[in-house]
């Protein structure tokens, strides 16, 4: 059984920083494309970041680029999303989510794709 656990999420001023984890179970996380998205109060689920299994390529939502890395850490079978320079438009839940079937980095955003997903971690940036 797969389940996908966040963490780090909080409450943080304008400009500050967070780092979420997934800490993935009943899969190697290293062998799957990785993603994490988020969604906001009354808006759509949306994709903020992928991460392929080399942890090479990555693939961000152009809102974040610049602000945002994602990585991994093999050897705990967690996956990571440090924000930096936090905006309150970023104020959303958090999901990582786990995609079984390999597929280009251009169908990344799509959420359909993502077999497993997490519970979600908040994040909340004041102004």
């Known amino acids: 059984q797969v389940q996908l656990v966040e963490s780090g999420g909080g409450l943080v001023q304008t400009g500050g920083s967070l780092r979420l984890s997934c800490a993935a179970s009943?899969?190697?996380?290293?062998?799957?494309?990785m993603g994490w998205f988020r969604q906001a109060p009354g808006k759509e689920r949306e994709f903020v970041a992928g991460?392929?299994?080399?942890?090479?390529?990555?693939y961000y939502v152009d809102s974040v680029k610049g602000r945002f890395t994602v990585s991994r850490d093999n050897a705990k079978n967690t996956v990571y999303l440090q924000m930096n320079s936090l905006k309150p438009e970023d104020t959303a839940i958090y999901y990582c989510?786990?995609?079984?079937?390999?597929?280009?980095?251009?169908?990344?955003?799509?959420?359909?794709?993502?077999?497993?997903w997490g519970q979600g971690t908040q994040v909340t940036v004041s102004s």
């Open positions: 009943g899969r190697t996380a290293s062998r799957y494309v």
């Open positions: 991460l392929d299994r080399s942890g090479v390529m990555t």
């Open positions: 989510a786990l995609c079984e079937t390999p597929t280009s980095f251009k169908n990344w955003r799509e959420g359909e794709r993502y077999a497993y």
